[in-house]
C-alpha cells in the first residue's frame, strides 16, 4: 500500500517572531516538496503561524494540548483552544513530556482522545530510553504505550499519526539504523492492525536526529512514512532537504 509521506517540524522550545517569519518564508518558497509537511510550533506562535501559513498547503500544529476541555487547570492548552486556529496536529506523550511533566500513558491516551473529538490529529509519541533498549525491553515498552492510546481511543485508534521515536536518538546525534528503526515500526503497524482496518493506511513517523544526510535511508524503509523532525526543523535548508528526501 502506499502512503503519501509526512514531515513534521517539532520547534520544541525555540522561535521568536521574526526567525519563525523568515524560517516559514523559506520553507513556504520551497514548495511543493511531494510530501505532506507541517510545523508544531510553541504555543504563542499559533495565530501568527495560522495567517502566515493560511492558503498554504503547509500544515501547523501544537506540541502538546490538554487532556481536559475547559476548568480550573492552570497553563494547559485545550484542544478546543487550538482548533480555533485551525491546528491540524498536536504531539502528545513526547518524551520530553514524558520525562520532565510526569507525562503517564494513560494521560497521553487521554490527550489523544481530546485532540481528536476536536478534530485535531494527535501524533502520538512512543519510544524507548537506553537503558530499556540495553535491557531487552524495547518492544516491550513501546507496545505498552501505543497499547493504552488504542484502548481509550477504540474505534478511532485508526486516526492518529504514530511517531517512533527512541529516547536515545532525540538531540544526540545517534539515530536509530534504517533497520533498527523499521524493526519497531513493523512491530507498531501489526499491533495496529490488530486493533483497527486502518492500520496499513496510518502515517508512522520516525524521530531522533532525522538530518538530510540519513533521511533518504529511514523514509525508505517499508513501514516508515516520513519524520518528526527536532533540530534540523530550526533550520530552513535542513528542513526542506529532509521534506525533499520524502517527497
Ligand atoms: P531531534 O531531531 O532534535 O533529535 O529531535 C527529535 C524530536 O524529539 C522530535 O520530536
Known sequence: MSR??????????NGSRSANAQLLAAVLQARPFGCDAAVCVPFPYLPETAVTLAGSDLR?????????????????????????????????????RRALHGETDQLVADKARAALAHGITPSVCVGETREQREAGQTDAVVKRQLSAVIHALA????????????????????????????????????????ATARADAMTLLYGGSVK?????????????????????????ADFIAICRAAG
Open 4 to 13: 503519501r509521506a509526512l514531515v513534521v517540524g517539532n520547534w520544541k522550545l
Open 60 to 96: 501547523w500544529g501544537a506540541q502538546d494540548c490538554s487532556a481536559h476541555d475547559s476548568g480550573a487547570y492552570t497553563g494547559e492548552v485545550s484542544a478546543a483552544m487550538l482548533a480555533e486556529f485551525g491546528c491540524r496536529y498536536a504531539i502528545v506523550g513526547h518524551s520530553e
Open 155 to 194: 474505534h478511532c485508534a485508526g486516526e492518529i499519526v504514530v511517531a517512533y521515536e527512541p529516547v536515545w536518538a532525540i538531540g544526540t546525534g545517534l539515530t536509530a539504523t534504517p533497520e533498527q528503526a523499521q524493526a519497531v515500526h513493523a512491530l507498531l503497524r501489526a499491533q495496529l492492525r490488530a
Open 212 to 236: 538530510p544526510d540519513n533521511a533518504a535511508a529511514l523514509f525508505a524503509q517499508p513501514d516508515i512514512d516520513g519524520g518528526l523532525i527536532g533540530g534540523a526543523s530550526l533550520k530552513a
